[in-house]
Nanobody, 128 residues
């Protein structure tokens, strides 16, 4: 089972990045998938999640209006398009899948709970 994230890098404030998560090794149709981030010394934050059933999305308030999550079931890929990036968006971003019915349930899952499946992550640095 793999969730392979890519697309991170260094970007200036106000810039954009596109993260991709390729899912393989399990049938993701029953799993909500989301993007999480964690900066040093902070708890993980569910920034954007998408449900398996109907594609309902959920966004953390901190990224609402700036980030967009989408899912290509045929390609087993989940994309996070990020724009208007801020220095506080700097973090390790990873994708994760959990057998939950809703996108909000996944993103708002307390950090003390682990994921069914998660990838290693990709680093996003927003700095001038």
């Amino acid at each position: 089972v793999q969730l392979q994230a890519s697309g991170g890098g260094l970007v200036q404030p106000g810039g954009s990045l596109r993260l991709s998560c390729v899912v393989s090794g399990f049938t993701s149709d029953d799993y909500a998938i989301g993007w999480f981030r964690q900066a040093p010394g902070t708890e993980r934050e569910g920034v954007a999640c998408i449900s398996a059933s109907d594609g309902t999305t959920y966004y953390a308030n901190s990224v609402k209006g700036r980030f967009t999550i989408s899912r290509d079931t045929a390609k087993n890929t989940v994309v996070l398009q990020m724009k208007s990036l801020k220095p506080e968006d700097t973090a390790l971003y990873y994708c994760a899948a959990d057998r939950l019915p809703s996108s909000s349930g996944l993103c708002r899952m307390p950090p003390r709970y682990g994921h069914d499946f998660r990838g290693q992550g990709t680093l996003v640095t927003v700095s001038s």
